[in-house]
């Protein structure tokens, strides 16, 4: 447990500090801090995809909006709300990562990356179209907000409510990249074929990590119809699946920074930060897309810039010279 | 006789994303915003500075190209120099791609204050009856020029020493170093070359339809790239096949399923073919 | 150990930084605001994105104009109208995220918001909340007051232009078959949902309906389908863009029948790219006031010969033909001025105020009608080719 402390002091911590956030600022930013808490679910569980097993799926939106449609189904139609909505929207996503990865196990690299991209305008043009269930472009509207013990959260409620599940998540993450099932699907991830001599089961190892992936865009899809209390096809693009992957990213390289260890923090901050990044960048009013799209352009185009930098002050912070190996 | 027409577009287009992925081995995912900003400036220098249709082209090619060019050096080239995995190159279009359109939009709300503008056509409309197919000489005009610029192209591929250059490079870079080679000079020509096609289709869109909008490349340019990964690697044929097959599925889809479909056709017919055979029809073996 | 301290504070610094500059951001405008004699209203509207070129710019030329009107007359209690712009893309969730922002704004009072009625649906219980009127210059989808008490609109609901366009099929064409062809969205399907309503009370069939995608350029298989069902009439409910482009794709295929098309694509665009194919066309929409008038034929009505002279004297060009979003903006600014001139920027005031308002004066038509919308002059169009103009054949009392 020893090679816990550092990285893991400085992330309670950070997690602690979001806590505050609410007490001061306006209901708006404390609503943009929610959407950021959202988007660092997916980027996280993304991340811890990538990281064990190198499942890159540029299709998470598709998944997220599953959960969401599940939750805003049981809300209107049956009734059902929360936890029950998350679990089943959080299930129903995996069930759907499941189905589509397990066909598309041999592809590599861009292919599988294509596959998913593909797989999440697929759900958005189904959504839109299968009206019976899901109103199409209509949308579902009438969701109800998430209650306790009656009575409906407040704004800054459902920040905190999305915090915790985004903690929950955070080392609901760790936990499984230290785990044996982590480690496991690693040497997966290096040498499968290696992998499968030692006796180790490399398809279920790559679907039930982009199962674990789906599983949590799933809940969050869930929180997002409670959230907004409308459902509707338009925001689940391939934009919003490419946002969520360059967030990954970011983490990944940030990561350094705040811990020795390959650590789901620097998701977690970047996913905070490019979310406030787009809501700052609301002043350009005509040109903020450009400026975002500039911004993802550049960050992948000097991602090795970024990596050096992020590595050199994160040892600098500890005082000591990295091995510079992610585990 | 109008299916064929718009097919061949769309073949042009899929031959525009063939060239980059044969070269580089991954979509550029600019593309569609180029196709909008070749036919907004088409339709500005033809129409609104009365050019004519000649200058307008001439100047969405060159245009066009030069930013296919700033595609490579700004999106590409840096993850190829640095040996970083080439999908990131998704990203990175994609980022590019945003930057455009969102240029392509305002620009178009400035211009000509209206979402979409007329582009009345160079020539008279006049029909040719052939049998029981009616078919338009703008028709004619449109399959004429794709077929010229395939034939074209094969021809350059195969004979010109540049072209073979080209082919060299786009199935073993490093072989082509070897062979003296200058691959730099042949990727940053290729990605001039495909977008200033994307020019070209986009004008004959423009002209076709006759109107322009921001939002004219958006679906063709998912449907072309869509197009050319199904058909596979082959640069040209690979493109033609896929365009025809995906206009074909789309055609029945719509007829039998419903016309909200299309767009899901397509995109499942990319799963589809990924899952058999990721490589495509006319595609060698999985290498990259 | 002080160097396992610095990343701490570095963060702590970071999240206090981020919160306490959004928090200084929106303080620092409230002060300014009150300080000065002026009157904010906030407009959130498609300023980027695909509908900025159509509705956004229109949005903010009529608003514009009638900010300009009100002021040259002394502004509202006698301070500056002022509008504050927002973009929420035409999106929901940009939406929702900007109804927090407005809300959380003690100076406004109202909100002039959104383009599309999902936008309206995801923001409404953030205005609910905060007890603020949401006035929507251009939404129509039938149930927005009926989900919510604080919701108005100025546009007649799609209801009334749905049944309007059946009758003109029924009625004024005779039809005893007709086909729609519709986008995929939720002004469409609801439009067709009423019209397809008052066709079956008629007695006409609808013997095929054909969907698209918005931004689609190319209708040939759903208009190969409809003409080989033989229809009296086709019904085409869509934006500007695509209707302009199945109209010329039909005639194109020697579909020589008359069309029906709807309000939503009474523009100038469509005008510009389909005239010469646009014989035997019809719309139900409110003809009789800014369409006919708008041409300079009728100043019998003072408040659209005022708008027209503004809009001249202002934007030293005639107004376009049909200028839907644009006049309808106008008449917000214009119905929400008066109401703040009574009772100043106050939530409540103003939410009781137009609530209580019944037969203004608009361009469009009077406000408010029993469910919070405008109450239309209604009549039927036919385009004329030669002239190019839209010309009111009846006039629906």
Redesign the interface.
């Known amino acids: 447990m020893s090679r816990w402390k ?1 990285g893991a ?2 992330s309670f ?2 997690l602690l ?2 806590v505050i ?1 609410p007490f ?6 404390t ?2 801090w929610t ?1 950021a808490m959202m988007n660092a679910i997916l980027a996280m569980s993304l991340s811890m995809s990538i990281v064990i097993a190198g499942v ?1 799926s ?1 299709g998470q939106a598709g998944f997220y909006a599953i959960g969401a449609y599940t939750a805003a189904v049981l809300s209107t139609r049956l009734g059902v709300g929360a936890p029950w909505t998350l679990l089943f929207g959080g299930v129903l996503a995996a069930l759907a990562g499941i189905l589509l990865a397990a ?2 196990l041999r ?5 599988f ?3 998913t991209m ?2 999440g ?2 759900v958005r ?2 959504a ?2 299968w ?1 019976g269930l899901t109103h ?4 579902i ?2 969701v109800q907000g998430i209650t306790i013990f009656g009575r409906p959260l407040s ?1 800054r409620e459902y920040y905190w409510t999305t915090l915790l599940v985004a903690v929950i998540c955070y080392y609901f993450c760790e936990f499984i990249s230290r785990s044996d099932y982590g480690l496991a699907c690693k040497s997966m991830r290096d040498d499968d074929l290696a992998a499968s001599v030692l006796g180790m089961n490399v398809p279920v190892l790559r679907i039930s990590a982009a199962a674990l992936a789906c599983f949590w865009a799933g809940i969050v899809g869930a929180l997002y119809a409670h959230l ?3 459902v ?1 096809p ?2 689940f693009n ?2 919003l699946s ?1 946002t969520i ?2 967030i990954s ?1 970011l983490g990944s390289l940030l990561g350094p ?2 811990s020795r260890r390959a650590s789901y923090i620097g998701t977690f901050v970047s996913a ?1 930060v490019l979310t ?1 990044l787009l ?1 700052g960048l ?1 002043f350009l ?6 400026f ?13 810039q970024v990596q050096a930098l992020a590595r050199s002050l994160g040892s600098h ?3 000591r010279e990295r091995s510079g190996v992610a585990a | 006789m109008n299916g064929f027409t718009l097919g061949s577009v769309y073949a042009l287009i899929a031959t525009g994303y063939s060239l980059v992925f044969s070269m580089v081995g991954m979509i550029n995912l600019a593309f569609g915003a180029v196709l909008t900003i070749g036919a907004l400036l088409a339709l500005q220098i033809a129409v609104e500075y009365g050019m004519g249709i000649g200058l307008g082209l001439l100047v969405a090619v060159l245009v066009c190209g030069l930013l296919g060019w700033l595609t490579d050096e700004s999106a590409v080239e840096p993850l190829r120099r640095q040996r970083l995995p080439i999908y990131f190159a998704l990203l990175s279009t994609f980022g590019l791609n945003m930057v455009l359109q969102n240029i392509a939009e305002n620009v178009s709300l400035c211009a000509w204050q209206a979402e979409f503008k007329p582009f009345p056509a160079p020539f008279d409309i006049s029909e040719i009856t052939i049998g029981s197919i009616r078919f338009s000489n703008l028709d004619l005009a449109v399959i004429g020029t794709v077929a010229a610029i395939m034939v074209g192209l094969h021809f350059y591929m195969t004979k010109t020493w540049g072209g073979r250059a080209v082919t060299m490079t786009a199935s073993d870079s490093e072989v082509a170093e070897v062979m003296g080679v200058n691959t730099r000079r042949v990727i940053a020509f290729i990605f001039f070359a495909s977008c200033a096609l994307a020019a070209l289709a986009g004008t004959m869109m423009g002209i076709y339809y006759g109107s322009v909008s921001s939002s004219l490349g958006s679906s063709p340019g998912m449907k072309g790239f869509i197009a050319s990964l199904i058909g596979g690697r082959g640069q040209i044929a690979g493109a033609v096949l896929g365009a025809l097959i995906l206009g074909l599925m789309e055609s029945l889809a719509a007829g039998l399923i419903g016309s909200g479909y299309r767009d899901l056709v397509a995109f499942l017919a990319l799963i589809a073919m990924f899952l058999v055979k990721p490589a495509g029809i006319l595609g060698g073996a999985q290498t990259r | 150990m002080l160097k396992k301290i610095i990343p701490l504070v570095v963060l702590v610094a970071w999240v206090l930084v981020i919160t306490v500059s959004s928090t200084r951001d929106s303080e620092a405008a409230s002060v300014a605001k009150a300080a000065v004699a002026e009157m904010h209203i906030p407009v959130i509207a498609p300023l980027s994105g695909p509908l900025a070129s159509s509705a956004g710019r229109e949005g903010k030329e009529g608003a514009n104009l009638a900010v300009k009107l009100i002021n040259d007359k002394g502004g509202v209690q006698g301070k500056k109208l002022v509008l504050d712009w927002f973009d929420d893309r035409g999106e929901a969730s940009e939406a929702a995220v900007l109804a927090q922002k407005v809300a959380d704004d003690k100076n406004y009072g109202v909100v002039v918001a959104h383009f599309s009625s999902d936008a309206c649906f995801a923001a409404m219980p953030t205005y609910e909340k905060a007890g603020m009127a949401m006035v929507t210059p251009w939404a129509s989808h039938a149930e927005l007051t009926k989900r919510s008490s604080i919701s108005f609109r100025m546009s007649a609901s799609t209801a009334i232009y749905g049944r309007l366009n059946g009758d003109v099929i029924a009625g004024t064409l005779k039809a005893k078959k007709a086909a729609i062809i519709l986008a995929n969205a939720e002004y469409h399907k609801d439009h067709t949902k009423y019209l397809k309503e008052r066709l079956a009370a008629k007695g006409v069939q609808v013997v095929r309906e054909e969907t698209y995608m918005i931004g689609d350029s190319d209708f040939r298989p759903q208009l190969t389908n409809i003409v080989n069902a033989r229809p009296d009439v086709i019904a085409i409910v869509g934006y500007p863009k695509e209707t302009a482009l199945i109209i010329n794709q039909a005639r194109d295929m020697k579909y020589n029948g008359p069309l029906t098309i709807a309000p939503a694509a009474a523009t100038p665009e469509v005008i510009n790219l389909s005239a010469k194919n646009m014989t035997d066309t019809y719309m139900g929409a409110g003809g009789g006031t800014y369409n006919e008038v708008l041409w300079g034929k009728s100043t019998a009505d003072k408040t659209v010969a005022e708008f027209i002279q503004a809009f001249r004297s202002e934007y030293k060009k005639e107004p376009p033909a049909s200028a839907g979003w644009l006049s309808q903006a106008y008449d917000v600014i214009r119905v929400i001025a008066a109401v703040m001139q009574k009772v100043g920027n106050d939530r409540k005031g103003i939410l009781e105020g137009l609530k209580s308002i019944k037969n203004f004066e608009a361009v469009n038509g009077r406000l408010f009608g029993d469910d919070r919308a405008q109450i239309p002059d209604l009549g039927i169009s036919k385009f004329d080719t030669t002239t190019k103009q839209w010309v009111t054949i009846e006039t629906i009392k």
């Open positions: 550092p002091a400085i911590l950070l500090g979001s956030v001061g600022v306006s209901l708006y930013a609503r943009v959407v890159v540029m066909p598309s592809l590599r690299g861009m292919y990356m294509l596959t593909a797989f305008e697929v043009l189904v839109l179209n009206t199409g472009p209509m949308g509207a009438g704004v907004y209390s409308f509707s338009t925001p391939a934009w490419l992957l360059v990213m920074v705040f905070i406030w809501e609301r009013q005509e040109y903020r897309m450009a975002y799209g500039l911004f993802m352009l550049l960050l992948v185009v000097f991602q090795p912070f500890s005082g």
